[in-house]
Nanobody
Framework: QVQLVESGGGVVQAGDSLRLSCAVS????????MGWFRQAPGKGREFVAV????????YYADSVKGRFTISKDNAKNTVYLQMNSLKAEDTAVYYC???????????????????WGQGTQVTVSS
């Protein structure tokens, strides 16, 4: 059983930076495509970024491209989301997700991911 635990959320001002972490246990990180999603109050879960299992290739939502960076440390079994130049509209609960069978066609779809963390709150004040 794979377990995901996010950390690093908090309250910051617009323009600040935060780094979220997602610690993976139960299986090696190399087996999974890892994604970050977010959910703002009253809205659906939104794709943020993804990193491939073997290739390490990354893909971002247009709304965060150039500001956020997803990375992973296989030795630590941890995925990161570096968030720079934060905006008020980035306020949301951020979730880490994992799946061993994600394809290019489905990597932005939250319904395709089998494993989820509990989420970490990010609040950006303007």
């Amino acid at each position: 059983q794979v377990q995901l635990v996010e950390s690093g959320g908090g309250v910051v001002q617009a323009g600040d930076s935060l780094r979220l972490s997602c610690a993976v246990s139960g299986r090696t990180l190399r087996s999974y495509t890892m994604g970050w999603f977010r959910q703002a109050p009253g809205k659906g879960r939104e794709f943020v970024a993804v990193i491939g299992a073997n290739s390490g290739r990354t893909y971002y939502a247009d709304s965060v491209k150039g500001r956020f960076t997803i990375s992973k440390d296989n030795a630590k079994n941890t995925v990161y989301l570096q968030m720079n130049s934060l905006k008020a509209e980035d306020t949301a609960v951020y979730y880490c997700a994992a799946d061993p069978r994600i394809t290019v066609a489905t990597l932005t779809k939250s319904s395709e991911y089998d494993y989820w963390g509990q989420g970490t709150q990010v609040t950006v004040s303007s």
